[in-house]
């Protein structure tokens, strides 16, 4: 593919990302990059021919950057698979996976994100001094009723 070749693969991606305005931006970036440096190294005299490839087919998917909400939110450059097993859970290809992943991790703790401690309490059978026994509440709150009201009818 040459530089006039250029708006084609432009228009084959864009149908591709065509409801991501980012993603739309990002290519016309790209290409006008691209269109930049063959032009430049034409120049130069050193034609370049740019040629599509599916991954799959010849270039190795490793390195990728991968993000975390709190280890590499700005991304970090992984080797392999075996690298990214070892680094745990919460390592995604961008970083919005990362950060919701985050937001859940943080939703499901518990508590606004306060970790369950797990303790057991115990609790007694015997009630407490600052709290009365129900039926003296009872008792305590029907006496105040009655001076309020013997209250009033003397008034």
């Known amino acids: 593919m040459q530089a006039q070749d250029l708006p084609e693969l432009k228009t084959k991606i864009a149908a591709r990302v065509h409801g991501s305005p980012q993603s739309l931006r990002l290519l016309a970036l790209a290409i006008a990059e691209l269109r930049g440096g063959m032009e430049k190294l034409g120049s130069m005299g050193y034609p370049v021919y740019l040629s599509e490839t599916p991954i799959e087919e010849g270039i190795a998917p490793w390195p990728r950057i991968y993000f975390h909400q709190t280890s590499a939110p700005n991304g970090r450059m992984v080797l392999g698979e075996r690298e990214l097993e070892e680094l745990g859970s919460g390592w995604f290809d961008n970083a919005q996976a990362a950060a919701h992943w ?15 401690t797990g303790a057991l309490r115990l609790i007694s059978d015997q009630v407490s001094d600052f709290f009365e026994p129900p039926e003296e509440v009872k008792k305590r709150i029907i006496a105040e009723f009655l001076a309020q009201r013997d209250k009033v009818d003397e008034n």
């Open 102 to 116: 985050d937001g859940m991790e943080t939703q499901f703790a518990g508590r606004g994100g306060v970790p369950r």
